[in-house]
């Protein structure tokens, strides 16, 4: 079986180096790409298995290269990464399947636990939705596929293995932004932060929504499992 393949787009040289490295020690197939440019002409001449996009390139930004990704018709995974905290127009970005963030430092097993959280939702099967992690990766794997109605039911199905878990509600705030029912998202994000009010992705879609609530939504956090 051939290796899975991840391309890095990451203008930082060093970085890039090490997060290859950290990859490739975890069995990965990795190419690096330097610029978002150089990043598209590889993507249109090979299959990749998920990408780690850096939001702040140099000519074209990371969501200028997320966009060209998915005008060339590919649905490959994508992370973001970013050491500014935050990802503007992130409510388009999930429109266009970018559904996971690394903020920017972090650690190898950080990345190494969700890269394989991302690989893993592709397996999952809609008759296979038979627990919580189950029905987490299958609303996932819709959402990428900006099916919002499949990802919704999954998560309310979700629910039921497991009423306490604050993700599930966080996702249905994101949905309902999605679905410009801004009044429904802050009030999941409200029983997320109710079920645990550390849990900083909802946390951050509260203030973010309850700051500017006459306005397109500029932040929208997705935490992995």
């Not at 290859?20 to 990795?30: F, N, P, Q, S, T």
């Amino acid at each position: 079986m051939s290796a899975i393949k991840i391309l890095i787009v990451e203008d930082d040289a060093s970085f890039s180096r090490i997060l290859a490295r950290c990859l490739e020690g975890a069995g990965y197939e990795v190419v690096t790409a330097a610029g978002g440019q150089e990043a598209l002409t590889r993507a249109s001449r090979e299959q990749f298995d998920a990408v780690l996009l850096d939001l702040h390139l140099p000519h074209l930004s990371g969501m200028e290269v997320l966009r060209g990704l998915r005008t060339l018709g590919t649905t490959v995974p994508v992370v973001m990464m970013s050491g500014h905290g935050t990802i503007e127009n992130a409510v388009e970005a999930i429109k266009l399947g970018a559904l996971d963030f690394l903020p920017k430092p972090f650690a190898p097993e950080e990345l190494r636990r969700l890269l394989a959280e991302v690989l893993a939702r592709r397996a999952v099967e809609a008759d296979q939705l038979d627990d919580y992690l189950s029905c987490l990766r299958f609303a996932k794997a819709c959402l990428m596929q900006r099916d919002l109605d499949r990802a919704r039911a999954a998560l309310q199905k979700a629910l039921s293995f497991d009423p306490w878990q604050p993700e599930p509600y966080n996702l249905l705030g994101v949905i309902a932004e999605l679905s410009e029912d801004p009044r429904r998202g802050l009030k999941m994000y409200r029983v997320a932060l109710a079920l645990d009010p550390t849990y900083s992705p909802a946390k951050e879609n509260l203030s973010r929504a309850t700051r500017l609530p006459h306005r397109p939504p500029q932040l929208t956090k997705m935490a992995p499992e």
